[in-house]
């Protein structure tokens, strides 16, 4: 028999996010068994929902939703991006350098297929959201992970940056707000960023997805709105914002120095050709999200939902013996550390694993984030505080007698 097998452009892409321990934990549902679900950052399951205009004006636009678009969307939905990213004061910007997706991550794989040769490096942070990493190597980059300190409110760390450039390095990867961490970086630390990018020619890529979803009062500043004299590519969408991930609707802003990138540029808009467009009704609705009152801005205030959540979690995390956990400043992740001598850990997606076979709670191993050592994980706390806190008492008493063979 004729046996087919994956191309070999996937064997070294890492994406353990699903993997074993989902499978198994899908395979548990299967059977019945209720699975406490901390693994994904998707909020309509958790009774998060869209504004209702957003759902209205995209009935509304079904009809002269039917045909495609021009392959970088309706004129409409960039504008309304394009004034966003200048009220972000992201400069240089024409409509001609806004593209929409079917999410920020149909992008993030264009522009790393667009941009590298087989070799090339590009630094990526760990922990990172790790479609970043797998699209990279996709597209035959190396890709080289720079640390951030969790010491430091999980900040990237400058000297382990700048350390890692060399001659073949391309890009910096940044994600602020932070998935997995929940960490905004500040204005002066994006400043040194621009310096290193400045000081080695190199691409500026950062994932803002977030940025509508800061808690306590905390500011976000666009990177590309310090570097004008770089080329810079900024991500986002309403996926997180609107609570409609499920529409697959993002963007990616070229702006700063595009001589230097004129070339790639021509490479993005042939991937952009070649998928047609995005999804024609989301782009819809992307004025209606970002040009008036709409929003969820309500779930991230003093008393929001997300808010009153990220502090139960933050807390309770904190009680566990053997585990601690930085206060997540934006977005509904934390990214708690665990003592792995305490328990023995060496193998992390084991720990994932043993818990939900245990206790029926699912997360998300820290490896699977890239993240450098097998001593820490993800939770996802979009679920409401009686979940949050059934889980956390679950992880409590797993961890009461819990060593790794
Ligand atoms: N970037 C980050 C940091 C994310 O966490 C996610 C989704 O979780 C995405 C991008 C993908 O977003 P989209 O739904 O727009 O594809």
């Given at each position: 028999m004729r046996e087919f097998k994956k191309s070999s452009k996937l064997d070294n892409v890492l994406y353990d996010v699903r993997g074993p321990v989902v499978e198994e934990a899908d395979r548990m549902i299967a059977r019945g068994i209720e699975v406490l679900k901390l693994n994904i950052g998707n909020p309509a399951p958790f009774g998060f929902h869209a504004p209702e205009e957003v759902i209205s004006d995209m009935a509304d636009n079904l009809r002269e939703s039917e045909g495609y678009s021009n392959s970088k969307g309706v004129w409409a939905a960039r504008k309304a991006i394009m004034q966003y990213a200048q009220n972000l004061n992201i400069p240089n910007l024409s409509m001609d350098d806004i593209y929409t997706g079917n999410g920020a991550s149909e992008l993030i794989n264009l522009a790393m297929s667009a941009l590298l040769d087989d070799g090339d490096e590009i630094l990526i942070p760990?922990?990172?959201?790790?479609l970043w990493t797998a699209c990279a190597t996709l597209a035959g980059g190396k890709v080289v992970h720079y640390i951030c300190d969790e010491q430091s409110e999980w900040n990237p760390d400058l000297d382990d940056m700048e350390k890692k450039i060399n001659d073949r390095t391309k890009a910096i990867v940044i994600i602020n707000p932070n998935n997995p961490t929940g960490a905004v970086y500040p204005r002066d630390l994006l400043e040194r960023i621009v310096e290193i990018a400045r000081r080695h020619q190199l691409i500026i890529f950062s994932?803002?997805?977030?940025?509508?979803?800061?808690?306590?009062g905390y500011q976000h500043t666009s990177i590309a709105s310090l570097a004008p004299d770089l080329f810079c590519v900024t991500f986002s969408g309403l996926s997180k914002s609107h609570m409609i991930?499920?529409?697959?609707i993002g963007w990616m802003v070229l702006s700063g120095n595009k001589d230097m990138a004129r070339d790639y540029i021509e490479g993005i808009k042939m991937l952009s050709s070649m998928r047609l467009c995005s999804n024609v009704p989301a782009q819809s609705i992307v004025q209606t999200a970002l040009g008036g009152t709409q929003s969820v801005k309500g779930y991230v205030n003093e008393t929001g939902r997300v808010t009153r959540q990220r502090d139960f979690i933050y807390k309770r995390i904190n009680e566990i013996p053997g585990l601690s956990v930085v206060k997540p400043k934006a977005a509904f992740y934390c990214f708690p550390k665990i003592d792995v001598e305490k328990f023995n850990i060496h193998d992390d997606m084991q720990f994932a694993y043993d818990l939900l076979k245990k206790e029926h709670v699912l997360l998300v191993q820290g490896t699977g984030f890239n993240w450098i050592a097998p001593d820490h994980f993800r939770i996802?706390?979009?679920?409401?505080r009686s979940v949050l806190g059934e889980a956390c008492d679950k992880i409590e008493d797993f961890l009461s007698t819990y060593q790794q063979v």
């Open positions: 760990a922990p990172d959201y790790p994932d803002e997805i977030y940025d509508r979803l800061l808690m306590d991930a499920g529409f697959r996802v706390y979009l679920p409401r």
